[in-house]
């Protein structure tokens, strides 16, 4: 059996895991967790309910516009599996197991399917590059702002609006699908893009502006759910140092060395926090109860969505081209 190499590099966030937990004080590790508000942390849980309903209510908006029909209990029973899926693939395939849940219930094609989780899942990408690059400047070039910082802001910014202009994006996708369609499907695979770019341009009007308010509520939500748990264990750490903290760490969990940022995550919070002046003890204590919180949590919630509802994966040949 031919196993990828890139099974082998995700264990490379596993092994700094090992390395990071093998050279911390022990004794101050548990310290964290003598005094934990179970009360901040439960709360911080049952919020990612809360959470994941407002970002079904933006992928409904999105289906609505593209004139599919779905209940907003599907919708919302979709977006749990796909987080499962999301959690426990290495290349967090969520997006896809919605295209194929709507595929699935009749609702639309696998290709005109992926183009709402596509951006659906772009406007977060969006959000966390823009905060991000703030938190960046902010934590490493001091707490002012400065010319050549509002230039690269703006031309970064400028390049996402770019990205979703309908010319690029058309460019874009055709690029994309005939790159990885084999050259015997390159005709008859012309459909399928034409589909998904059909849908895309379909949600590239003013309900974007909805989306885009949806996602900044949506992570505010998120980054309270950081600084319950962060409260949880005592920590002393402000609202916006933690939302930018937290952008950064989630833009380094994507460099596919790691299983569910496992390793990257830990060490990139024991840099951002020692920036500002909390122990590595706390960072890894911190860490691992966001793990615990979305990952496991959450996956678990995930996981019994996709049990009572399970989608087929994987298409025969003549769905392959009918797709």
């Known amino acids: 059996m031919k196993i990828s190499i890139s099974n082998y590099i995700r264990l490379i966030g596993l092994i700094i895991l090992v390395f ?7 004794d101050a590790f548990i310290a964290q967790f003598k005094n934990i508000n179970l009360y901040f942390l439960f709360t911080a849980i049952i919020l990612s309910l809360f959470l994941i309903f407002v970002k079904t209510i933006r992928w409904k908006a999105f289906l609505i516009q593209q004139s599919l029909s779905i209940s907003i209990k599907s919708a919302f029973s979709i977006y749990l599996s796909s987080l499962y899926i999301g959690f426990i693939t290495p290349g967090r395939l969520g997006e896809i197991i919605k295209a ?18 596509i951006m ?25 702002i400065n010319i050549g910082f509002v ?49 895309m341009n379909q949600i590239i009007n003013p309900i974007l502006l909805f ?70 003890e706390a960072a890894i204590s911190f860490s691992l109860l966001i793990f615990f919180s979305f990952f496991i949590c959450g996956g678990l919630m995930g996981f019994i969505a996709w049990w009572l509802n399970p989608v087929k994966i994987g298409f025969s040949k003549r769905e392959k081209v009918s797709t």
């Open 120 to 144: 659906d899942r772009l406007l977060d990408l969006y959000l966390l590059i823009l905060l991000s690059s703030v938190g960046v400047y902010y934590f490493l070039k001091g707490r002012g």
């Open 100 to 117: 194929l849940y709507l595929k699935q219930e009749r609702v639309t094609s696998f290709s005109k399917g992926l183009s709402s989780a």
């Open 20 to 26: 990071i937990l093998t050279r911390i004080d022990l």
């Open 211 to 280: 989306g885009i308010l949806l996602t900044v509520f949506s992570y505010s939500v998120f980054f309270f759910q950081c600084f319950l748990i962060a409260k949880s264990i005592g920590l002393q750490i402000s609202y916006f140092d933690l939302a930018l903290i937290m952008s950064i760490v989630n833009i380094i969990t994507f460099i596919p060395i790691s299983i569910s940022g496992l390793g990257t995550r830990e060490a990139s919070m024991i840099f951002l926090f020692k920036l500002i002046g909390l122990s590595t």
């Open 151 to 199: 230039i690269g802001f703006a031309i970064i910014f400028s390049l996402l609006i770019i990205i979703l202009h309908p010319k690029f994006l058309n460019l874009l996708a055709r690029f994309l699908f005939r790159k990885i369609s084999p050259k015997k499907l390159k005709n008859k695979i012309n459909d399928s893009i034409n589909e998904f770019i059909e849908g």
